[in-house]
T-cell receptor, first 113, second 115 residues
Framework: GAGVSQSPSNKVTEKGKDVELRCDPISGHTALYWYRQSLGQGLEFLIYFQGNSAPDKSGLPSDRFSAERTGGSVSTLTIQRTQQEDSAVYLC???????????FGSGTRLTVV | AQTVTQSQPEMSVQEAETVTLSCTYDTSESDYYLFWYKQPPSRQMILVIRQEAYKQQNATENRFSVNFQKAAKSFSLKISDSQLGDAAMYFCAYRSRGGSEKLVFGKGTKLTVNP
């Protein structure tokens, strides 16, 4: 597609439920990133996929968080047993060449009540 | 680990005036990339300008320019002829040239443009 697409745009969930957030990167972009942006904070790195290499999961805050990327394209970020502190905007980005920076999606605003 | 610091949580500027947003970073690397991103209320991060550390010439994109001081590890953004549409959060970011592909972000500066 023309840009990075994320769905849903907004998600409200009850504490303890599982949620899945989807990211569809720009076609041909080999690298895909997930970041979390909490209210008033900068962007916190979560996970990075590059081609067929093993993902860099070093930013995942707990084992409740996981992500996969199928066929080198669409990625899903899953949060199990959501907690209130998981409330944030989850941003996905993709890139082809590192020096060009990332192209971001519009994010998913997750609210855990 | 690299860190990025934006010391101005908020800034304001009058329409048509010039404003400079500050960014400093800490790294032991000699080659890297630096970026400024804009995040309007729509949430989408938009790349404003980028700089490659091995290039001494400061990057310029229309009304946006940077002052890259490698020795001082400073990377400020200058916005000339400010427009109402420039109002947004601005984030400075660092990326290593080799190794990790992660962007490391500062906490951002909220820019208000007054008519």
């Amino acid at each position: 597609g023309a840009g990075v697409s994320q769905s849903p745009s907004n998600k409200v969930t009850e504490k303890g439920k599982d949620v899945e957030l989807r990211c569809d990167p720009i076609s041909g972009h080999t690298a895909l990133y997930w970041y979390r942006q909490s209210l008033g904070q900068g962007l916190e790195f979560l996970i990075y996929f590059q081609g067929n290499s093993a993902p860099d999961k070093s930013g995942l805050p707990s084992d409740r968080f996981s992500a996969e990327r199928t066929g080198g394209s669409v990625s899903t970020l899953t949060i199990q047993r959501t907690q209130q502190e998981d409330s944030a905007v989850y941003l996905c980005a993709s890139s082809l060449r590192a020096q060009q920076g990332y192209t971001f999606g519009s994010g998913t605003r997750l609210t855990v009540v | 680990a690299q860190t990025v610091t934006q010391s101005q949580p908020e800034m304001s500027v009058q329409e048509a005036e010039t404003v400079t947003l500050s960014c400093t970073y800490d790294t032991s690397e000699s080659d890297y990339y630096l970026f400024w991103y804009k995040q309007p209320p729509s949430r989408q991060m938009i790349l404003v300008i980028r700089q490659e550390a091995y290039k001494q010439q400061n990057a310029t994109e229309n009304r946006f320019s940077v002052n890259f001081q490698k020795a001082a590890k400073s990377f400020s953004l200058k916005i000339s002829d400010s427009q109402l549409g420039d109002a947004a959060m601005y984030f400075c970011a660092y990326r290593s040239r080799g190794g990790s592909e992660k962007l490391v972000f500062g906490k951002g500066t909220k820019l208000t443009v007054n008519p």
